[in-house]
């Protein structure tokens, strides 16, 4: 089976803009999570979706939205960029398939705000 | 506070020895531990996962979870210069999310 694909890997943006990156689950995952990693917090959760419906949502204000298509490809948006946006987006997804619920990783959008 | 702690590193040990990794939490509901490893411009990828208290073995890989002390562990036996990664432990709770510590770097010089 093909991995997570993330979209762009790399993305270069300026202050007050916005973005929208791009998450590929693996075939037949229906859960898609949304992270975001930088060196001094980690990875911090940002939102799940589950069938095209946001189950759980992290501490992140309301310029970091998402959703999930019905062939469970999920974007994530962030409107008007800060400074401190730049970071690591990783998007995972799982199966629910067994009693643990092992994510998989994509290799991330890497965002930089100027 | 927050949910996990972890020694963000870097370690740097020679090839062969034991690594220990670890990390503290705070929240007493999470059920499931892991442990993952990430290379360098990758996402993460799970290494070993407990559920509950105990320990468990994978090949040179052991991960122990004591609860009491809200404390958990991996060790690396042998290690290999192929080691050097960073290490985050997470947790998950019963509302299917997950908390994960800031990671430590490793480097397994040969």
């Known amino acids: 089976k093909a991995g997570v694909t993330q979209t762009p890997r790399y993305l270069i943006k300026t202050r007050g803009q916005q973005v929208t990156l791009s998450c590929s689950p693996i075939?037949?995952?229906?859960?898609v999570s949304w992270y975001q990693q930088t060196p001094g917090q980690g990875l911090q959760f940002l939102f799940e979706?589950?069938?095209?419906?946001?189950?759980n949502k992290g501490n992140f204000p309301g310029r970091f939205s998402g959703r999930q298509f019905s062939n469970s490809r999920s974007e994530m948006n962030v409107s008007t960029l800060e400074l401190g946006d730049s970071a690591l987006y990783l998007c995972?997804?799982?199966?629910?398939?067994?009693?643990?619920?092992?994510?998989?990783f994509g290799p991330g959008t890497r965002l930089t705000v100027l | 506070q927050k949910e996990v702690e972890q020694d963000p590193g870097p370690l740097s040990v020679p090839e062969g020895a034991i690594v220990s990794l670890n990390c503290t939490y705070s929240?007493?509901?999470?059920?499931?531990f892991m442990w993952y490893r990430q290379y360098s411009r990758k996402g993460p990828e799970l290494l070993m996962y407990?559920?509950?208290?105990g320990n468990k073995e994978d090949g040179r890989f052991t991960a122990q979870v004591d609860k009491s002390s809200k404390y958990i562990s991996l060790f690396i036996r042998d290690s290999q210069p192929s080691d050097s990664a960073t290490y985050l432990c997470?947790?998950?709770?019963?509302?299917?999310?997950?908390?994960f510590g800031t990671g430590t770097s490793l480097t397994v010089i040969p």
């Open positions: 407990t559920y509950s208290s």
């Open positions: 995972a997804s799982s199966s629910f398939s067994s009693s643990y619920n092992e994510q998989f």
């Open positions: 929240n007493s509901a999470f059920q499931y």
């Open positions: 979706y589950f069938s095209e419906t946001q189950r």
């Open positions: 075939s037949g995952h229906r859960s």
């Open positions: 997470a947790m998950e709770n019963t509302g299917n999310q997950f908390y």
